[in-house]
């Protein structure tokens, strides 16, 4: 097997944590990264070695090729990206809370099962 291609949704906590501990695993090859502003993707991107950046989650689910996305948005982003990547059958790494109310986590939870 291959290893498992990661995208990084967000450049706070994604930059300095979590593109950093999927390259520190053999396993994982971090392929994208979005930022809410490409030039910001594009900048931790280059710094960090990763190929492929976006400014948008959206164009990011269409074109770049993963097995599995990192979550690392302020929680109210989160909701979208992690239903997103449950439709498209990505596996999830998200911090929490994932969603902002009881009914939609046990929807999620629910797509995710």
């Given at each position: 097997m291959g290893k498992i291609r990661v995208a990084v949704v967000g450049t706070g906590f994604g930059r300095y944590g979590l593109i950093p501990a999927f390259g520190l695993d053999p396993r994982c090859e971090v392929v994208a990264v979005c930022s809410t502003s490409r030039a910001r993707a594009a900048e931790v991107a280059e710094s960090l070695g990763v190929p492929s950046a976006y400014g948008d989650?959206?164009?990011?689910?269409?074109?770049?090729?993963?097995?599995?996305?990192?979550?690392?948005?302020?929680?109210?982003?989160?909701?979208?990206?992690?239903?997103?990547?449950?439709?498209?059958a990505k596996a999830v790494f998200t911090e929490k809370p994932f969603a902002l109310s009881v009914g939609a986590a046990r929807r999620l939870k629910e797509e995710a099962d």
């Amino acid at each position: 097997m291959g290893k498992i291609r990661v995208a990084v949704v967000g450049t706070g906590f994604g930059r300095y944590g979590l593109i950093p501990a999927f390259g520190l695993d053999p396993r994982c090859e971090v392929v994208a990264v979005c930022s809410t502003s490409r030039a910001r993707a594009a900048e931790v991107a280059e710094s960090l070695g990763v190929p492929s950046a976006y400014g948008d989650f959206w164009e990011m689910f269409e074109s770049a090729d993963f097995d599995a996305v990192a979550v690392a948005t302020p929680p109210a982003a989160q909701e979208e990206i992690v239903g997103l990547a449950l439709a498209r059958a990505k596996a999830v790494f998200t911090e929490k809370p994932f969603a902002l109310s009881v009914g939609a986590a046990r929807r999620l939870k629910e797509e995710a099962d």
